[in-house]
């Protein structure tokens, strides 16, 4: 199994150009989500989704629009890119059952907006 | 609004001794997760936590959570420097799992 894949690794935009961040897994999880890593701040949940068709916000969501159309995947778009979306962006996925709840994360999209 | 907190955010410690890290939340929560980052890596999972009192341990870690003061500790025992990571609690009360802002720990000589 390959986990929780993010697709790119590294990205340079340009301020307002925009893109999408992929993120897939392979471990039928219902619940996935995104956050961003900014220094001294943690991870803030950018949006989140429990199930294909579902979609909801997360404490940072403005700039950001995510879709669910199947299990598996789950993107992130950045409609207008400015440079305070400078940040490291994670994918996670978990199941919602049971007591294997724990997200497991992808390895990282470093996106910088000049 | 959900609001964790971690204490200390920077701890450096000698290797061979014990500390604690303390991980504070403002809404009730029945799950409660630590994970660890090394610098420039992704998360990984420690310990799931799922109700009051639960108590894990692997290796020099141990975490419990005490739903009713809203409290998670790890404690971390006989420090060595493999250690030496970032580690963050979050919780889950209504499907937005929420991070405390880390705890970056130094294990010196």
């Known amino acids: 199994n390959a986990g929780v894949t993010q697709t790119p690794k590294f990205q340079v935009l340009k301020t307002g150009q925009s893109m999408t961040l992929q993120c897939a897994q392979d471990m039928n999880h219902e619940y996935m989500s995104w956050y961003r890593q900014d220094p001294g701040m943690g991870l803030r949940l950018i949006h989140y989704s429990v199930g294909a068709g579902i979609t909801d916000q997360g404490e940072v969501p403005n700039g950001y629009n995510v879709s669910r159309s199947t299990t598996e995947d789950f993107p992130l778009r950045l409609l207008s890119a400015a440079p305070s979306q400078t940040s490291v962006y994670f994918c996670?996925?978990?199941?919602?059952?049971?007591?294997?709840?724990?997200?497991?994360f992808g390895q990282g999209t470093r996106l910088t907006v000049v | 609004e959900l609001k964790v907190e971690q204490n200390p955010l920077f701890l450096s410690m000698q290797e061979g001794k014990n500390y604690t890290i303390y991980c504070n939340y403002s809404t009730t929560s029945d799950r409660l997760y630590w994970y660890r980052q090394d610098p420039g890596k992704s998360l990984e999972s420690l310990f799931v936590l799922l109700s009051n009192g639960a108590v894990k341990q692997e290796g020099r870690l141990m975490a419990s959570l005490d739903t009713k003061a809203r409290l998670s500790t790890l404690h971390i025992t006989a420090a060595v420097h493999d250690l030496s990571a970032t580690y963050f609690c979050a919780v889950d009360p209504y499907d937005k799992v929420i991070f405390g802002p880390g705890t970056s720990l130094s294990v010196i000589p």
């Open positions: 996670a996925s978990s199941s919602r059952g049971g007591g294997n709840t724990e997200a497991f």
